[in-house]
């Protein structure tokens, strides 16, 4: 048998009332065999009521934010565009991208984790990590590795839902000691982030679940 | 940058709910995805040197400029040349550059070991000529790319002279010759006389011999604060 978390009940903005026949059968049959359940669908109606949903979304907020951090030149902090930028050895960059997310539902524990769908590509000489930072300027990912995989503290909510804001922020280090490149013609040394992937996922572990 | 979403449907039903039951499957779960990409390239450098227009790339960081027979040849047959110097400099971004020119430690014993050398900086090519005056103190280095940011893709260009004035061979000795005579004339008086004549012994130069003397200009970058 499945225990099911019950968060403490506040006011709920967004069910309706009225029983939940369907979802019930649904979950007396998955309870039934010991399975885990999520029930999660967009808003739909049956002669009997109304279900509906809760809210787990993502989004980035803004565009991201490049920043030359040199520390020995003047000026820096300062924003770059990225294409335009010519990086030597020596500079630091960081890049930061703000995300929001929304969580709304009984039962709603959201994850984050910070992955890579392509990997990086950082020439030799390049190092880069990244950090993540709640709305409160709180580091919650410290100085990972490029192309390391992190993760957040899962995020608990209930039928009033939360919205966070994070940031995420990329340094990349153009080591002093790495070659230089000679002429035009020479291949650039390139920091490809890769694909950063930031998943925020539904999960049902931890306080107040058994599975 | 894009975002992509999955949520997934579920069908509400008895049906599937005791399917569920018979399966003991668990339902997916929400998630919802954003990515984030981005890339950053470096700059480069670039330095060359060799006769105006056809400079020669340095990427060793250093370069050579040359001279040799044809040079001396030329420097014995009219007295003096005056030879200019093209060094093109880049640097991009946050790197400054800085180079030093460096004459041969000796110009050996041949035409240019006899002539008077000079290495200086000029403002065009017309200054570089044989007549032109030789400053004092010259600074043999210069730092035309300060370590500014900067995304320029054409290169400083600075001219040097090396500016040879030859006035013949080196006196390596003397001679002098001295002839005395005594004589009785007719007379009986006793008569002499003398005479002399000097020589001066000069080294045989010979400009197809000349050995090869590289004037060498070598570049490094620096950061900011680390001028030269």
């Known amino acids: ?211 | 940058m894009r975002t992509t979403r999955h949520a997934v449907a579920v069908t509400l039903g008895a049906l599937t709910g005791a399917a569920l039951g018979i399966a003991g499957t668990s339902l997916a779960l929400w998630s919802d995805t954003v990515t984030v990409t981005g890339r950053l390239s470096t700059g480069h450098e670039y330095f060359a040197v060799g006769a105006p227009g056809a400079t020669v790339p340095a990427p060793t960081g250093s370069a050579p400029f040359t001279v040799g027979p044809d040079h001396a040849a030329e420097l014995v047959r009219d007295g003096a040349i005056a030879l200019p110097i093209q060094v093109d400099s880049l640097s991009q971004g946050n790197k400054g550059l800085h180079y030093t020119v460096t004459p041969p430690a000796s110009w050996g014993e041949n035409v240019f070991g006899a002539a008077q050398v000079s290495i200086f900086p000029v403002g065009s090519v017309e200054a570089c000529h044989v007549d032109a005056d030789i400053p004092t103190d010259v600074d043999l280095a210069s730092t035309p790319v300060p370590a500014t940011y900067t995304s320029d893709t054409e290169a400083t260009t600075e001219l040097w002279c090396l500016l040879a004035a030859y006035d013949g061979p080196p006196q390596v000795g003397e001679y002098t010759n001295t002839a005395t005579v005594t004589a009785t004339d007719p007379s009986g008086t006793e008569v002499d006389d003398e005479d002399r004549w000097d020589a001066v012994v000069v080294r045989e130069l010979d400009p197809a011999a000349e050995q090869e003397h590289e004037i060498t200009f070598t570049y490094e970058t620096f950061r900011p604060g680390e001028e030269r």
Do not use: K
């Open chain 1, 1 to 211: 048998m499945t225990p099911r978390h019950t968060p403490p009940r506040r006011g709920r903005r967004r069910r309706s009332p009225g029983p939940l026949v369907a979802a019930a059968a649904l979950l007396a049959g998955a309870v039934g065999a010991g399975g885990t359940v999520a029930l999660w669908s967009s808003d739909g109606s049956s002669p009997m009521g109304v279900v509906t949903a809760g809210d787990l979304d993502i989004d980035l907020v803004g565009s991201p934010v490049w920043r030359e951090t040199s520390a020995d030149v003047t000026g820096t902090p300062r924003a770059i565009e990225p294409a335009d930028f010519l990086a030597r050895p020596g500079d630091t960059v960081t890049l930061a991208q703000d995300f929001r997310t929304e969580l709304q539902g009984d039962n709603m524990l959201g994850r984050i984790t910070v992955d890579w769908e392509q990997p990086p590509a950082l020439a030799v000489g390049v190092s880069a990590t990244y950090s993540v930072r709640d709305s409160a300027d709180a580091l919650v990912v410290e100085d990972v590795a490029l192309g390391d995989a992190g993760t957040l503290a899962p995020l608990d909510t209930d039928d009033d839902g939360r919205s966070d804001t994070f940031t995420l922020e990329v340094t990349i280090a153009f080591d002093r000691e790495m070659d230089d490149r000679f002429a035009a013609d020479a291949a650039a040394q390139v920091a490809d982030l890769g694909t950063v992937v930031i998943d925020l996922d539904q999960v049902r572990a931890g306080e107040g679940f058994t599975s």
